[in-house]
Protein backbone atom coordinates (compact mmCIF):
# COMPACT_ATOMS: atom_id res chain seq x y z
CA UNK A 1 0.00 0.00 0.00
CA UNK A 2 1.62 3.51 -1.13
CA UNK A 3 0.63 6.18 1.15
CA UNK A 4 1.67 9.71 1.08
CA UNK A 5 1.43 11.89 4.52
CA UNK A 6 1.81 15.32 4.07
CA UNK A 7 2.54 17.91 6.79
CA UNK A 8 4.03 21.62 7.66
CA UNK A 9 1.03 23.55 6.69
CA UNK A 10 -0.46 26.34 9.07
CA UNK A 11 -1.43 30.21 9.45
CA UNK A 12 0.68 32.90 8.11
CA UNK A 13 0.72 36.49 7.68
CA UNK A 14 1.70 37.55 3.54
CA UNK A 15 5.45 37.91 3.42
CA UNK A 16 6.03 34.56 5.69
CA UNK A 17 7.27 31.11 5.05
CA UNK A 18 6.78 27.30 5.21
CA UNK A 19 7.89 24.30 4.82
CA UNK A 20 5.65 21.07 3.47
CA UNK A 21 6.83 17.71 3.88
CA UNK A 22 5.49 14.85 1.98
CA UNK A 23 6.75 11.23 3.77
CA UNK A 24 5.77 8.31 1.28
CA UNK A 25 7.35 4.32 0.68
CA UNK A 26 10.41 3.68 -1.12
CA UNK A 27 8.22 2.63 -3.61
CA UNK A 28 7.22 6.09 -4.42
CA UNK A 29 10.33 7.06 -5.08
CA UNK A 30 10.77 4.80 -7.82
CA UNK A 31 8.27 6.90 -9.34
CA UNK A 32 9.52 8.98 -12.18
CA UNK A 33 7.75 12.35 -10.63
CA UNK A 34 6.25 13.85 -7.74
CA UNK A 35 4.62 16.76 -7.80
CA UNK A 36 2.49 19.37 -5.73
CA UNK A 37 -0.69 20.77 -5.76
CA UNK A 38 -2.99 23.00 -4.47
CA UNK A 39 -7.08 23.72 -4.69
CA UNK A 40 -8.82 26.46 -2.83
CA UNK A 41 -12.36 26.43 -2.47
CA UNK A 42 -13.99 27.24 -5.92
CA UNK A 43 -10.87 26.39 -8.14
CA UNK A 44 -9.86 23.79 -9.97
CA UNK A 45 -6.94 21.82 -8.49
CA UNK A 46 -3.45 23.71 -9.62
CA UNK A 47 0.14 22.35 -9.87
CA UNK A 48 2.30 24.04 -8.10
CA UNK A 49 5.55 22.79 -8.58
CA UNK A 50 6.99 19.16 -9.61
CA UNK A 51 10.37 16.86 -9.15
CA UNK A 52 12.04 14.27 -11.74
CA UNK A 53 12.82 12.00 -9.38
CA UNK A 54 15.96 10.52 -11.24
CA UNK A 55 17.43 14.06 -13.03
CA UNK A 56 16.43 16.38 -10.20
CA UNK A 57 14.61 18.48 -12.47
CA UNK A 58 12.22 20.93 -11.31
CA UNK A 59 9.16 22.79 -12.96
CA UNK A 60 7.08 25.51 -11.32
CA UNK A 61 3.63 27.20 -12.37
CA UNK A 62 4.52 30.77 -13.02
CA UNK A 63 2.70 32.62 -10.21
CA UNK A 64 5.51 30.59 -7.44
CA UNK A 65 8.43 31.03 -9.53
CA UNK A 66 11.35 32.83 -7.19
CA UNK A 67 9.11 31.96 -4.26
CA UNK A 68 8.58 28.02 -4.09
CA UNK A 69 11.37 25.36 -4.16
CA UNK A 70 10.72 21.78 -4.70
CA UNK A 71 13.14 19.42 -3.39
CA UNK A 72 13.86 15.47 -2.19
CA UNK A 73 15.59 13.78 0.31
CA UNK A 74 15.73 10.22 -1.15
CA UNK A 75 17.25 8.62 1.92
CA UNK A 76 13.96 9.99 4.10
CA UNK A 77 11.60 9.38 1.28
CA UNK A 78 10.52 12.76 1.64
CA UNK A 79 9.30 15.89 -0.92
CA UNK A 80 9.47 19.33 0.32
CA UNK A 81 8.03 22.69 -0.76
CA UNK A 82 9.43 25.49 0.71
CA UNK A 83 7.63 28.45 0.61
CA UNK A 84 8.52 32.32 0.61
CA UNK A 85 7.26 35.30 0.62
CA UNK A 86 4.06 33.76 0.54
CA UNK A 87 1.00 35.87 -0.44
CA UNK A 88 -2.78 35.69 0.66
CA UNK A 89 -3.71 34.41 -2.79
CA UNK A 90 -1.27 31.15 -1.69
CA UNK A 91 -4.39 29.72 0.34
CA UNK A 92 -5.20 26.35 -0.39
CA UNK A 93 -5.17 23.14 0.45
CA UNK A 94 -1.88 21.97 -0.81
CA UNK A 95 -1.67 18.30 -1.84
CA UNK A 96 1.37 15.86 -2.65
CA UNK A 97 0.99 13.51 -5.66
CA UNK A 98 3.40 10.40 -6.99
CA UNK A 99 3.72 8.14 -9.91
CA UNK A 100 3.22 10.30 -12.41
CA UNK A 101 2.25 8.18 -15.77
CA UNK A 102 3.97 7.51 -18.78
CA UNK A 103 3.28 10.22 -21.32
CA UNK A 104 1.82 12.41 -18.52
CA UNK A 105 3.07 16.19 -17.72
CA UNK A 106 3.42 16.74 -13.95
CA UNK A 107 1.07 19.43 -14.13
CA UNK A 108 -1.51 16.97 -14.91
CA UNK A 109 -3.09 16.07 -11.74
CA UNK A 110 -5.15 13.69 -13.33
CA UNK A 111 -1.75 11.86 -14.61
CA UNK A 112 -0.81 10.97 -10.97
CA UNK A 113 -1.34 7.10 -9.34
CA UNK A 114 -1.01 8.30 -5.67
CA UNK A 115 -2.04 11.31 -3.22
CA UNK A 116 -1.92 12.51 0.12
CA UNK A 117 -4.79 13.97 2.14
CA UNK A 118 -3.34 17.48 2.02
CA UNK A 119 -2.03 20.07 3.95
CA UNK A 120 -4.05 23.45 4.50
CA UNK A 121 -1.94 26.85 4.15
CA UNK A 122 -3.95 29.77 4.88
CA UNK A 123 -2.31 32.88 4.56
CA UNK A 124 -3.37 36.49 6.30
CA UNK A 125 -2.92 39.92 4.33
Known amino acids: QVQLVESGGGSVQAGGSLRLSCAGSRYTYSSNCMGWFRQAPGKEREGVAG????????YYVDSVKGRFTISQDKGKNTVYLQMNSLKPEDTAMYYC??????????????????WGQGTQVTVSS
Open 97 to 114: AADLVYGGSWYQWEKYNY
Open 51 to 58: IYTSSRKT
